[in-house]
């Protein structure tokens, strides 16, 4: 079955700071893999997945397969960052799984 | 791009009773899915519901608890039946058009 860690429940930074959200996957297949955000009030949004590799508000991640991991970096975090960001895959025609999510904290 | 809306947004209801939550898409869409996101955890498929078929329910979830409608392309409803304290969760459409999109959720608190 696949599965999607996010280790972290809480990552606090303050601005300026690298940041870097961890997602490691399980699925013996080649999945897709995505980073999707929720500001506060606002409903959850797609930030970036791994096949367009872009660039999205500074963000980035990179699918290591030897790893499994899609990790997602900044390098200097901004206040306006602060939001739930959850991981998650996907297989086939299927519908995504989530991550437990990580909140990001960016202090002033 | 597809935009979603829910009905109701949010909802308190009784013990024993059952909430019926309306998703409406802006476009044709053939995948939708209803989430649940209970409170502090993350999102769980509830269902898969495609237009023609039966709804295929995960592991953990029955159609005589979550009864879904799918009459067409642009709409669906999601029926939480005999409620809980347990049920008090945030319900989420979302649809598959070229990547997958969400709705804002229902927030249904069960007393």
């Known amino acids: 079955a696949q599965r999607v860690t996010q280790p972290e429940k809480l990552l606090s930074v303050f601005k300026g700071a690298p940041v870097e959200l961890k997602c490691n996957y399980s699925y013996s297949g080649s999945p897709e893999l995505f980073w999707y955000v929720q500001y506060s009030r606002q409903r959850l949004q797609l930030l970036l997945r791994h096949i367009s590799r872009e660039s999205i508000k500074g963000f980035t991640a990179d699918l290591n397969k030897g790893e499994t991991s899609f990790h997602l970096k900044k390098p200097f975090a901004q206040e306006e960052d602060s939001a739930m960001y959850y991981c998650?895959?996907?297989?086939?025609?299927?519908?995504?799984?989530f991550g437990s999510g990580t909140r990001l904290q960016v202090q002033p | 791009s597809a935009v979603i809306s829910q009905k109701p947004s949010r909802d308190i209801c009784q013990r024993g009773t059952s909430l019926t939550i309306q998703c409406q898409v802006d476009s044709q869409v053939t995948m939708m899915f209803w989430y649940r996101q209970q409170p502090g955890q993350s999102l769980t498929l509830i269902a898969t519901a495609n237009q023609g078929s039966e709804a295929t329910y995960e592991s953990g979830f029955v159609i005589d608890k979550f009864p879904i409608s799918r009459p067409n392309l642009t709409f669906s409803t999601l029926t939480v039946s005999n409620l809980s304290p347990e049920d008090s969760s945030i319900y989420l459409c979302?649809?598959?058009?070229?990547?997958?999109?969400f709705g804002p959720g229902t927030r249904l608190t069960v007393l």
């Open positions: 979302s649809v598959f058009a070229d990547t997958q999109y």
């Open positions: 998650a895959l996907r297989t086939g025609r299927r519908a995504l799984t």
